[in-house]
């Protein structure tokens, strides 16, 4: 069923993560603008929740990835 996030190298993951997810780099990264605003109940317009979801995706295949592969070490053997 997850066979597909099996097949995603961590690497490419983290690379993607870290560019995309991150950028524009400066003032501050995009995505923590966007939950910034999403906490604040400002995160209203359709842009923002594009640009929340564009830049917030990398981060949840990251941590999907990251979760699956703890779980399969803490498995037993069958």
């Excluded at 560019?19 to 995009?30: D, Q, Y």
């Amino acid at each position: 069923m997850l066979a597909w996030l099996d097949r995603l190298p961590l690497g490419l993951l983290l690379m993607i993560a870290l560019t995309l997810g991150l950028a524009p780099f400066a003032p501050e990264p995009h995505v923590w603008e966007k939950l910034k605003m999403l906490a604040a109940g400002e995160l209203v317009r359709p842009i923002d929740i594009f640009d929340l979801l564009l830049h917030g995706v990398p981060w949840l295949l990251l941590l999907a990835k990251l979760g699956r592969l703890v779980l399969l070490r803490l498995r037993p053997l069958r």
